[in-house]
């Protein structure tokens, strides 16, 4: 079963914030973010293991609330390099290895 | 992290033909995987390339289009047989590495397009 993200683009100014959603229909049992720049594959950010537990990259950090089935990623004062496409992945089912992607969620940020 | 690459970069085949693409890391690897992304679109679980045994597919992918060989733990292959323009398409392997937490990494990709 696919993760659901939302929104499916957002656009920003340089240093605003934004938050990307990932939910799912299934017990998860870990959330992988992922950033895709257009033409390049994507690059692992973080991985979520445990449920209410937040990890941070630069000035990108993300939740994880294992109740609720969702997770979110949170860019706090955003820069240009942050534009591109921002997956979650989750596994379909058990710990496999096995990610199953989100659609996407294409973050631009303008100057 | 590892180093991944895959051969060829990008290829422009005919309908019909097959190609192979390959994909080696510079670390010891768990798990190999073989994605597909068409165009604007998300990633989708091609198969888990398995090593000395036969790879395991998603729903919605075979092996007589798509077989896979791993005959060691650093290197893959996926072949795409008899092409058709709906397998235009940037294929990509992953991989998790040893005594990581499940963390996955992706190589730089394989466009393909076919005429």
């Known amino acids: 079963q696919q993760p659901v993200q939302s929104p499916q683009a957002v656009i920003l100014r340089e240093g605003e914030d934004a938050v990307i959603n990932c939910s799912s229909s299934?017990?998860?049992?870990?959330v992988h973010w992922y950033r895709q720049k257009h033409g390049e594959a994507p690059v692992f950010l973080m991985i979520?293991?445990?449920?209410?537990e937040q990890k941070g990259h630069e000035k990108i950090s993300a939740s994880f609330n294992e109740k609720k089935q969702q997770s979110s990623l949170y860019l706090t004062a955003s820069q240009l390099s942050y534009s591109g496409t921002y997956f979650c992945?989750?596994?379909?089912?058990?710990?496999?290895?096995?990610?199953?992607f989100g659609q996407g969620t294409t973050l631009q940020v303008k100057p | 992290s590892a180093v991944i690459s895959q051969k060829p970069s990008r290829d422009i085949c005919q309908r019909g033909t097959s190609l192979t693409i390959q994909c080696q890391v510079d670390?010891?690897?768990?798990?190999m995987f073989w994605y597909r992304q068409q165009p604007g679109q998300s990633l989708t679980l091609i198969a888990t390339?398995?090593?000395?045994?036969?790879?395991?597919?998603e729903s919605g992918f075979v092996i007589d289009k798509f077989p896979i060989s791993r005959p060691n733990l650093t290197f893959s292959t996926l072949t795409v047989s008899n092409m058709s323009p709906e397998d235009s398409s940037i294929y990509l392997c992953?991989?998790?590495?040893?005594?990581?937490?499940?963390?996955?990494?992706f190589g730089p990709g394989t466009r393909l397009t076919v005429t």
């Open positions: 992945g989750t596994y379909g089912s058990g710990n496999t290895g096995k990610l199953i």
């Open positions: 992953s991989v998790v590495l040893s005594g990581s937490n499940y963390e996955q990494y």
């Open positions: 299934k017990a998860l049992y870990s």
């Open positions: 670390s010891q690897v768990t798990m």
């Open positions: 390339a398995n090593q000395g045994s036969e790879a395991t597919y």
């Open positions: 979520l293991l445990k449920g209410g």
